[in-house]
T-cell receptor
Framework: EAQVTQNPRYLITVTGKKLTVTCSQNMNHEYMSWYRQDPGLGLRQIYYSMNVEVTDKGDVPEGYKVSRKEKRNFPLILESPSPNQTSLYFC???????????FGPGTRLTVT | AQTVTQSQPEMSVQEAETVTLSCTYDTSESNYYLFWYKQPPSRQMILVIRQEAYKQQNATENRFSVNFQKAAKSFSLKISDSQLGDTAMYFCAFEPNAGKSTFGDGTTLTVKP
């Protein structure tokens, strides 16, 4: 089954404790992306990757890091999480031409 | 940079009636896709309909259709014969061939019995 998986689905952590949210897709897509969703603000893109070893900033990259060492995985790293990074996070991937985005199920992160 | 504006934070419609959600965008790109996604309470993102910018014909998917006005940079979604299961948040999204994606802030649609 074609899918994007994210782990963990839920995470409660404390300020400053480094964390990684994993994202994996099994569709051999080159384009992958991370979004955060906050109430009233829709989805805002954090980082995206057009291919392996190619990453670019989205609209809200501050406080986040990503890596794209292999095509299927695109982890999101929060080196020192802060409460303002409490949000719902989505990973997505797209086939060539960006004809559709396949979204993961979301990760709800709470930073206290 | 492109922008996407959904001017209706909330809308409601009676079951079986028709409703139109508005979306406008601004871009200097010539090749792009526009999308409507549905997000039910489960938070899953579900593709509703897609429009290629180079196509003049408006996309349709069963009860869902769009009114794409490229010159006016308008991309509205029409839902016909509304069903209770259509209750969700709807996002308009802009996808260029390369570069950043942009989503609108969403419209919460409630279908009333």
């Amino acid at each position: 089954e074609a899918q994007v998986t994210q782990n963990p689905r839920y995470l409660i952590t404390v300020t400053g404790k480094k964390l990684t949210v994993t994202c994996s897709q099994n569709m051999n897509h080159e384009y992958m992306s991370w979004y955060r969703q906050d109430p009233g603000l829709g989805l805002r893109q954090i980082y995206y990757s057009m291919n392996v070893e190619v990453t670019d900033k989205g609209d809200v990259p501050e406080g986040y890091k990503v890596s794209r060492k292999e095509k299927r995985n695109f982890p999101l790293i929060l080196e020192s999480p802060s409460p303002n990074q409490t949000s719902l996070y989505f990973c997505a991937s797209s086939p060539p031409g960006r004809t559709k985005q396949y979204f993961g199920p979301g990760t709800r992160l709470t930073v206290t | 940079a492109q922008t996407v504006t959904q001017s209706q934070p909330e809308m409601s419609v009676q079951e079986a009636e028709t409703v139109t959600l508005s979306c406008t965008y601004d871009t200097s790109e010539s090749n792009y896709y526009l999308f409507w996604y549905k997000q039910p309470p489960s938070r899953q993102m579900i593709l509703v309909i897609r429009q290629e910018a180079y196509k003049q014909q408006n996309a349709t998917e069963n009860r869902f259709s769009v009114n794409f006005q490229k010159a006016a940079k308008s991309f509205s979604l029409k839902i016909s014969d509304s069903q209770l299961g259509d209750t969700a948040m709807y996002f308009c999204a802009f996808e260029p061939n390369a570069g950043k994606s942009t989503f609108g802030d969403g419209t919460t649609l409630t279908v009333k019995p």
